[in-house]
């Protein structure tokens, strides 16, 4: 019994001694010199040129077929190195087919090889060695299937060391025992991808050439792939289980890292920039207008607003819009580098499409902001925490940072595109500090959307906004309101269509420009004004207001749901005071066909005072308790005072300086 158990374990403890030997023997050739590039790129490459070298029904030339590999290549960085990747190939596979071909020890060509590689990319010889498949393999079909199935493993076994490679391990305390017994299986992982690769290049060589067309040879040379297809699988399968073990600790830990150092301020922004994009590059992001590259050192001390979205970011309109509040708004010049915007772009589903992928490219190139410049890279770890914990379901969000890596605000897209670049530093605390300022007014509800707008909103003109897009009931109240017009009564008339407009829209504008009033606002700028409508309805639901209690949040619901209305609705106000009233419908329509009553109060009640009047609008006729300090100014209305908060009376009280 005891001499069957030695002869089961012999095989398996020579086999491990000879695994431990090979691996020092490897290690001690491992010498690089600091050149780097992107193991994913060149095997993406590696495997477009075998797509075209077995696709193809026409022979490819060894000079179209180095050009091609060229061609693959040449988008690929290689840092460290002034030498372009598609000639540092090249040289590569001149050398092994000169040094490593014949008939010698298959293990000493290998680590001849290996030689050669370091300090060079141990992937580059794959695209050398691939590269010249035939493409006429009818009559070897058996062997060509062998060692097609033998590349297929060679890729996967690469595969499993990029992903390896790619991994965060350095910045986590990990498992050193898995880490260790990882490495051991790549060093002979890479070892039996090199020896593969030597048998490949020794059978595409003979069919390349021809020179065994025995039926008895090519089995054997089948059974030979084969043997090497079976061994490189068993590898494979190993390398999978540990790399996946490897992953799985690393995303838990990154994870747990993250949620960390997001929850705690740290001395500045670095850790936590360099953890979520700086673990496999040291240049992560890039400079959309000029397309430099940066590092994480940029955001150093500023306010960081992570702008996350699908890679088609936003509709246009909205993105202009944003773009608008941002990059061109006023205050931006005041706050120039307090803060940046970094767009994360994140795919929809786990592999990137081509679409996205050129949607990217086309964004990336033309935002005023910051971008992740490899946005495929991202760690899965990363990309779940964005997903689980900033609560990113496809939909825009901006995440804002602050100097010291805090989140502040989860998102404050709504909030900038409400105030722009006057709601810096962009946490929820300021937004709450901005809320507490505004009221339901005009300037909250068209502001910078027209200059011509803000100018008659500053200048104190009374102004009608409506809406609608049944164009009978546009034509039937812009006549009513010509006749009111032309009795003495001073307003400017704003078209704003309905939210999400349609070409009928278009159609109304183009109406009213021919036949009623000109239109103030394009159909983008319509589009502009529902965007903020929105925003600010948004805004107030995420501070937790309810529209019982919170007027503003009430107003511009009940403007939101007008969509589906057949009749229309107008708000009447001013710049100051600042008091707005909303009408609609049948109400409308009954307002102003009493203004021979009303008409006559407008000039001491004011339009809104006049129409709330007339309408019986004020809540109560008691006063109320708000305190508000009216500035004398020339011409201003006397009398009658509503409350911005509770639309009550204000009882008058006259204070002397």
């Known amino acids: 019994m005891n001499s069957l158990l030695a002869q089961h374990l012999r095989p398996h403890s020579i086999s491990s001694m000879q695994d431990d030997v090979l691996i020092k023997e490897l290690f001690l050739s ?12 060149v095997l993406r490459a590696m495997e477009n040129i075998m797509c075209y070298a077995t696709a193809s029904e026409v022979p490819v030339s060894d000079e179209h077929g180095d050009a091609f590999a060229m061609n693959n290549a040449s988008n690929i960085e290689v840092v460290g190195s002034q030498e372009p990747l598609g000639h540092t190939v090249c040289k590569i596979a001149r050398e092994i087919l000169c ?17 050669l590689l370091y300090p060079r990319n141990l992937l580059a010889v794959s695209v050398a060695m691939l590269k010249q498949l035939p ?28 992903e390896f490679e790619g991994l965060p391990i350095a910045h986590l305390m990990m498992d050193k025992e898995m880490i260790s017994t990882t490495k051991s299986h790549i060093f002979i992982a890479a070892y039996w991808v090199i020896r593969s690769s030597l048998n490949c290049s020794s059978h595409i060589n003979d069919l390349i050439a021809m020179k065994s067309e025995n039926p008895n040879s090519n089995a054997i040379a089948a059974w030979e792939l084969s043997s090497f297809v079976s061994r490189l699988s068993s590898i494979c399968s190993h390398l999978r289980r540990q790399v996946d073990a490897c992953r799985q600790q690393t995303e838990t830990k990154l994870h747990q890292k993250l949620v960390d150092l997001l929850k705690e301020s740290q001395i500045d922004n670095q850790e936590v920039l360099h953890v979520l994009f700086a673990l496999k590059n040291d240049f992560p992001l890039k400079d959309c207008s000029t397309q430099a590259k940066l590092g994480v ?3 150093k001390d500023k306010v960081v607003i992570l702008l996350v979205s699908k890679p088609e970011l936003l509709p246009l309109e909205k993105l202009f819009l944003l773009v608008h509040r941002t990059y061109d708004h006023p205050h931006n010049k005041n706050l120039e580098g307090s803060y940046k915007i970094v767009w994360v772009p994140i795919s929809s589903s786990e592999t990137w499409t081509d679409v996205e992928e ?25 990309v779940n925490l964005i997903k689980q914990e900033w609560n990113f379901k496809e939909e825009p969000i901006m995440v804002v940072l602050d100097s010291r890596g805090m989140v502040t605000n989860s998102n404050a897209l709504d909030m900038v595109l409400i105030w722009g670049a006057r709601g810096y530093p962009f946490s929820v605390t300021r937004e709450i500090e901005l809320w507490q300022e505004e009221d339901w007014t005009l300037p909250l509800m068209i502001d910078e959307i027209h200059p011509l707008l803000n100018k008659w909103v500053q200048e104190g003109r009374n102004i009608c906004l409506y809406g609608s897009e049944n164009k009978d009931w546009i034509i039937e109240f812009n006549a009513k309101m010509m006749e009111i017009r032309r009795l003495g009564l001073q307003v ?9 407009p349609s070409e009928q829209v278009r159609n109304v504008l183009a109406t009213i420009n021919q036949e009623m009033h000109t239109t103030l606002l394009s159909f983008t700028e319509i589009q502009f004004f529902w965007y903020r409508l929105e925003s600010i309805r948004k805004s107030k639901l995420r501070l937790g207001k309810v529209a019982d209690t919170d007027h503003t949040l009430r107003e511009v619901s009940a403007l939101l749901n007008t969509e589906d209305s057949d009749n229309g609705w107008a708000v009447f106000g001013k710049g100051w005071p600042p008091d707005i009233v909303r009408l609609q419908g049948m109400q409308l329509m009954e307002c102003l066909n009493l203004f021979p009553d009303w008409g006559g109060n407008v000039a001491r009640r004011g339009l809104v005072g006049a129409i709330r009047n007339a309408l019986g609008l004020a809540v109560s006729s008691e006063p109320c308790s708000h305190p508000n300090v009216l500035h004398y100014a020339e011409g201003s209305p006397e009398g009658i005072v509503v409350c911005e908060k509770c639309k009550r009376l204000l009882k008058m009280f006259v204070v002397y300086e």
């Not at 050129?358 to 992740?372: A, E, K, T």
């Open 297 to 299: 050192s940029e955001l």
């Open 30 to 41: 491992h010498d690089p010199d600091g050149r780097r590039l992107d193991s994913e790129q």
């Open 135 to 162: 493409c006429n393999v009818s009559m070897l079909k058996p062997r060509f299937k062998a060692l097609s199935l033998l590349v297929k493993e060679m890729v996967e076994v690469t595969k499993c060391i990029i």
């Open 492 to 500: 400017d008339m704003v078209f704003v269509g309905v939210k999400n």
């Open 99 to 115: 040094k490593c071909s014949g008939e010698g020890d298959l293990h000493t060509r290998t680590m001849i090889v290996f030689d």
């Open 358 to 382: 050129r949607n990217f490219q086309l964004f990336s190139c033309s935002l005023p902001w910051y971008s992740v410049r490899q946005p495929q890279l991202l760690n899965s770890a990363v």
